[in-house]
Nanobody, 121 residues
Framework: QVQLVESGGGLVQAGGSLRLSCAAS????????MDWYRQALGKQRELVAS???????NYADSVKGRFTISNDNAKNTVYLKMNSLKPEDTAVYFC???????????????WGQGTQVTVSS
């Protein structure tokens, strides 16, 4: 069984910073990519940032220059450093990963439970 566990959310004032972490654990053969999504109240879930196992990254236009995604392949962990936070960044942030499990054939999608980020003005 594969699990994603997130940490690092919380309440911060506008202009502040937070760092989210997400660790994948279980019977993992290979993590192909890890992403961060967010879902604000009443809105659809949106992709914030993604990173492939080789290190290539992609960001939503709304967070470019403020957020940085990074990974530690040895720990199957992805991080999201969020700087210059704005009230509109308030959302539940979800970790997502495309993983090849050790005991299954093929690539599967896994999601974390979500962590709340609240930015006050």
């Amino acid at each position: 069984q594969v699990q994603l566990v997130e940490s690092g959310g919380g309440l911060v004032q506008a202009g502040g910073s937070l760092r989210l972490s997400c660790a994948a654990s279980g019977n993992i053969f290979k993590v192909n990519a890890m992403d961060w999504y967010r879902q604000a109240l009443g809105k659809q879930r949106e992709l914030v940032a993604s990173i492939a196992s080789g290190g290539s990254t992609n960001y939503a236009d709304s967070v470019k220059g403020r957020f940085t995604i990074s990974n530690d392949n040895a720990k199957n962990t992805v991080y999201l450093k969020m700087n210059s936070l704005k009230p509109e960044d308030t959302a539940v942030y979800f970790c997502h990963a495309k993983i090849l499990p050790a005991l299954l054939i093929g690539e599967y999608d896994y999601w974390g439970q979500g962590t709340q980020v609240t930015v006050s003005s």
